[in-house]
């Protein structure tokens, strides 16, 4: 069974992109995407997905706002994916101490946008990692 | 998906948020701006940086990172959006936008604009103030907060919701400990009330967690405890991440004080019987019946441990206190083990006590589990001494030679048994795999066609190391020698049959008597062996001057492969490169960028060189390790040379004596350096002559002391890591410390007021001390020139550690520590003043600092309360060159041990520790009675080794 996966971002681009990425592991589907937080919330209940790849900066209700609602309407996996907290800094702590199981980074840095390139492993090894539980 | 989705998406959703930013800028220009448009402002910039860094475009990332910074300082900060940085960031987005256009038409980055983006970090330190790093800055803004929460109705319904849970969280807490013991089924009603609501209100995410600890309830009681605790640790922290997020009370504190209400209950029914065990467990003998019960009483209890931890630390409940008691079961000394695991938890239990009402106790908790995992640790060599003593009479009971003892492992104790039943069949072959490669093979493929259970030694037979196999079979032993004669040919040295015969009558294995008559030095010549070595062994006789100055070669390449490391790290190179690259910036900003990329090519340059050279360094330590670890092989001998001698001594003395002896060594397959067996051989034949001469009473005498008419000598040798131990333990009559206190007195070796203050541990190492020796005579068999003292001496010359400890009427015990290797060394390195000094490390137990007002003055005597002893405090300085500095705040000083005697020694700092390599004691160095040598550290400084033996003795003297 596909480990169903949700694409929370509020750049048309950053969701096909990570989009991308994650359907081209096999054991992985993406069943939905958001553009902000609380688009992310109303889908959840219905998509009920295992992982949660979720943007920091967004309008309307921003990552971390939606993280800590996500503790109650979801058992999803929460997976930050953002370009600004970085693993050490003050936003990751906080992300984490709210409850999301990792912070990586986005994709970056490949003109060539080679979707079999490491950056994009990154992302799919966390998410399986994390959805076995 | 094609790059032309990516690139034309990049276009477009660059272009809005250029828009997005151009208008919010010139706005802020006429009015003044809300966090609302600040936050749209911000939001767009750091998108602008995301998409283009996600397309690998650094001339816009640049641009657009430092401008997320400085937008960061306007939101999170307080800094105004004056004019000046309005005017500056309208000038950057313009270049965004005018970089975007070529880059979208062209599909290519361009380069940086390094004007901009130099005005753009000094803009970020002014306004900064100096604040480093935009990962720093705090993100999240309250006011924003509070003004979403009002408006949510979310919130609204938490606000009902949350004490609500909390109450029934309470319950259920109580419930599950409240007698101090699990009674889950309590829990069962609140619980499902719970459920109902948490249904209700659309909480998915809890409902899941409640569900499974619902779930794990009602499993069968086996499989409760894991998946109970499992569950409610994950509704504990589920609890927290909510508590955290919304700053309402759910109840996670009810988790939180599980701990302190029934932490001291649980852990008082833990020390309790742990306490009564380190005393009952030594005089059952530690026998397995008793370790077992032991484990069982103590396990219930520590699973109750382990319940209440994993509310602490829901993450790390693997931790499991049942495996600590494992390894103390495995542990060498277990009484010990036991005693510092019941420490262990006293002391968690205070630290966690004062923790828990305040801050995060999961912390502590952890610390507790990870100072548990510390307490015990397994060791290795402890099962094979257990095995010794059961194997030994079957070994003999089969005719086979003592050593094999050591190296049989506990599961074959079977087989061995059925062999001497004469159920099952044996042969011992004798295999020279070193000399005949093919050999190895051949016996591998044998022993895989035939199936066989083997152990195996390795003997000395003049100077060829062979393989001893004892292979136990079903089939017949005639037809096992027939195929091993035929598959391993010439290979093959020497075979025979085993098993249940008369010890008495069987010739001894024959590798064993030709072991007995070989010498320990290789570079004598050899009368012609029995077993004829094979024509296809090459071997070469080296003589073993050629061999030191060989390891000497060696010993500098360690130094020469040390100064090039040292080199390697260099700051002075990289901060060279520094200051080129700041002229290349220079050199650029002033208009010369074909200039600046000279230098920067220089600088790259420079870097690939370094990392050409790094690159090379790593493969000449690579070689050169294995090159010192082939040198030291080229030495290793096994003990069992040191050994050969011993019996027939023991045997001729015992008889000369009238005494009767048993004599049983093991561990002759431990290996040391050639030299080292060389110096051991006299001092350890005195050991053993002395424990003869002195230490056994004869058969009439030991029978009137209600021992046993046979005496036992023992000498066993163990390999820890880069040393082996090699203990002679006799069951005589002791050494007498009375009479060794007196003879010190007479020969002037102390004084009266030292020796009301040494212990008779300490008293009984005067025994080493140049003219002493409690002997009224030298008679005929001891005391050839060879005392203890030079038995010392030889020891601590090949690095080695002598310790001796007695109980009168029982028996002595001689532990000689010697490290494998003579050559290398571990060092501790210490700072004095300007010059270093080596300690070596077997000599040093910790190191401490402490502030000067915690040193004591106890009888003209500068002292540290350590852990409740007091330990005598001795400037090393002053020691060597009887000067003293230092009023320093902090006093540093390293804990030595020797001879039973423990002290610090003060220093002024530590530097590292070292593999040393060890030249001979050189006699100058040797005339201070603190050092032992000298030698050369990696960066060229001379360091002296000190003697730490030497000390302590002189200390005792009283100088």
Same mark, same amino acid.
Do not use: K, Y
């Given at each position: 069974m596909a480990v169903k996966v949700m694409v929370v971002?509020?750049?048309?681009?950053?969701?096909?992109?990570?989009?991308?990425?994650?359907?081209s592991d096999p054991t992985l589907e993406v069943v939905g995407t958001a553009e902000n937080g609380k688009d992310c919330i109303e889908q959840v209940r219905d998509l009920k997905p295992d992982v949660i790849l979720l943007d920091i900066e967004m309008p309307v209700m921003d990552g971390i706002e939606t993280l800590k609602r996500l503790k109650l309407v979801s058992k999803a996996k929460v997976i930050i994916l953002s370009s600004v907290a970085q693993a050490g800094s003050a936003q990751a702590a906080e992300a984490r101490a709210l409850g999301a199981v990792d912070v990586i980074a986005k994709p970056s840095g490949a003109v060539s946008l080679d979707l079999e390139s490491k950056r994009g492993h990154i992302i799919t090894a966390a998410v399986k990692r994390f959805a076995k539980g | 998906m094609s790059m032309d989705f990516f690139w034309e998406q990049f276009g477009i959703e660059c272009a809005e948020h250029l828009q997005v930013i151009d208008q919010c800028l010139a706005d802020a220009l006429t009015h003044a701006c809300n966090p609302e448009d600040i936050a749209k402002l911000f939001r767009s910039m750091h998108s602008i940086k995301g998409l283009s860094k996600a397309m690998g475009l650094l001339s816009m990332e640049l641009v657009a990172h430092r401008c997320e910074d400085l937008l960061g300082l306007v939101r999170d900060n307080g800094v105004d959006l004056s004019r000046d940085l309005i005017e500056l960031l309208t000038v950057a987005n313009d270049t965004l936008a005018r970089l975007h256009e070529t880059i979208v038409e062209q599909r290519l980055d361009q380069p940086p604009n390094d004007a901009l983006i130099a005005k753009l970090d000094a803009a970020f330190?002014?306004?900064s103030g100096g604040v480093s790093s935009s990962a720093d800055l705090p993100v999240s803004d309250t006011q924003n907060q509070t003004e979403v929460e009002d408006a949510d109705p979310l919130f609204a319904a938490l606000r009902v919701f949350a004490p609500q849970t909390s109450e029934l969280i309470h319950e259920i807490c109580d419930a599950w400990f409240g007698k101090g013991v699990a009674a889950p089924r309590k829990v069962a009603k609140p619980l499902s009330a719970l459920i109902e609501r948490v249904e209700a209100a659309g909480f998915d995410g809890l409902l899941d967690i409640l569900t499974a600890v619902s779930q794990s309830l009602a499993k069968k009681p086996a499989d409760m405890d894991a998946e109970w605790i499992g569950a409610m640790a994950d509704l504990g922290q589920q609890l927290r991440d909510l508590e955290a997020?919304?700053?309402?009370?759910?109840? %996670?504190?009810?988790?939180? %004080?599980?701990?302190p209400n029934h932490f001291d209950a649980v852990s008082q029914a833990v020390a309790g019987p742990l306490a009564e065990l380190s005393l009952s467990l030594p005089e059952s003998g530690y026998s397995e019946e008793a370790l077992a019960d032991a484990m069982a009483s103590l396990g219930q209890s520590l699973r109750q441990i382990d319940l209440v931890l994993a509310f602490a630390d829901p993450r790390n409940r693997s931790q499991n206190l049942q495996l600590k008691l494992q390894s103390i079961y495995a542990a060498e000394d277990i009484a010990s083990a036991f005693a510092s695991l019941l420490v262990q938890i006293d002391h968690i239990r205070d630290a966690i006590f004062d923790q828990l009402v305040s801050g995060d106790q999961s912390q502590d908790c952890f610390n507790f589990l990870v100072a548990l995992q510390g307490a015990v640790t397994p060791d290795a060599s402890a099962p094979k001494e257990k095995s010794a003593s059961q194997l030994l009479p079957l070994l003999q009971s089969i005719g086979l030679n003592d050593d094999f003892a050591a190296c049989t492992p506990l599961e074959f104790l079977p087989d061995l048994a059925a062999l001497a039943e004469g159920a099952s069949q044996g042969v011992l072959v004798t295999i020279d795999l070193n000399g005949n490669p093919q050999a190895a093979r051949l016996f591998v493929q044998w022993s895989k066609t035939h199936e066989v259970k083997s152990i195996s030694r390795s003997v000395i037979v003049q100077d060829m190391t062979l393989f001893e196999f004892l292979i136990i079979s079903q089939s017949s032993a005639n037809i096992l020698i027939e195929d091993l004669k035929r598959d391993l040919g010439d290979a093959l040295m020497d075979v025979q049959k085993v098993g249940a015969v008369a010890k008495s009558d069987s010739p001894a294995p024959q590798a064993a008597a030709l072991e007995a008559q070989s010498t320990p030095s290789a570079s004598q010549p050899a009368p012609a062996p029995n077993a004829t070595p094979t024509s296809t062994q090459s071997q070469i006789r080296?003589? %073993?001057?050629?061999?030191?100055?060989?390891?000497?070669?060696?010993?500098?390449l360690v130094s020469v492969r040390s100064r090039l490391g040292v080199a390697l790290q260099d700051e002075g190179v990289s901060r060279l490169m520094e200051s080129v690259s700041d002229l290349g910036r220079r050199l650029s900003a002033q208009g010369h960028p074909e200039d600046a990329l000279l230098l920067d090519r220089l600088r790259a340059a420079v870097q690939d060189e370094r990392m050409r050279l790094a690159t090379v360094q790593v493969e000449f330590q690579r070689h050169l390790s294995s090159l010192q670890q082939t040198a030291l092989d080229l030495r290793v001998l096994p003990l069992s040379n040191l050994f050969a001698r011993l019996p027939r001594i023991v045997r001729e003395l015992g008889t000369a004596q009238g005494k009767e002896l048993r004599f049983v060594m093991s561990g002759g397959e431990t290996v040391v350096d050639k030299s080292i067996i060389e110096t051991l051989v006299d001092p350890l034949i005195h050991i053993v002559r002395n424990a003869v001469d002195h230490g056994i009473e004869t058969p009439q005498e030991r029978q009137a002391a209600g021992k046993s008419g046979e005496a036992s000598l023992t000498l066993a040798a163990v390999q820890e890591g880069g040393e082996a131990k090699l203990s002679i333990i006799d069951d005589g009559r002791g050494i007498n410390v009375e009479r060794v206190a007196q003879k010190a007195l007479e020969r002037g070796l102390t004084t009266p007021e030292k020796l009301k203050s040494m212990t008779p541990e300490q008293i009984i190492y005067f025994i080493f001390e140049a003219g002493f020796s409690t002997a009224a005579a030298i008679t005929e068999t001891s005391g050839r020139g060879v005392g203890m003292d030079i038995v010392r001496t030889a020891v601590l010359g090949i690095g080695g550690k002598i310790a001796v400890s007695s109980e009168l009427g029982k028996g002595s015990r001689f532990d000689i520590t010697i490290p494998v290797s003579a050559a290398i060394q571990n060092t501790l390195v210490v700072r004095l003043g300007d010059h270093l000094m080596g300690i070596p490390s077997r000599y040093v137990d910790e190191v401490h600092q402490i502030a000067r007002s915690e040193l004591r003055t106890l009888h003209d005597q500068t002292a540290y309360l350590l852990r409740g002893h007091v330990l005598p405090l001795y400037s090393l300085e002053h020691l060597l060159m009887g000067s003293t500095r230092g009023d320093d705040e902090r006093v540093l000083f390293v804990v030595v041990s020797a001879g039973g005697r423990r002290i610090g020694l003060i220093v002024d700092g530590v530097v590292r520790r070292e593999e040393m390599f060890l030249t001979k004691p050189h006699p100058l160095v040797r005339r201070s009675p603190y050092l032992f040598s000298a030698t050369v550290s990696g960066e060229g400084k001379i360091i002296l080794i000190v003697?730490?033996?030497?000390?302590?003795?002189?200390l005792a003297q009283g100088a």
């Open positions: 971002d509020d750049s048309v681009m950053m969701r096909m992109l990570v989009m991308e990425i994650v359907s | 330190q002014h306004f997020g919304f700053e309402l009370n759910f109840g %996670a504190e009810f988790f939180r %004080a599980i701990v080296v003589s %073993a001057a050629v061999l030191d100055s060989f390891m000497a070669q060696v010993g500098c003697d730490v033996d030497g000390v302590m003795t002189r």
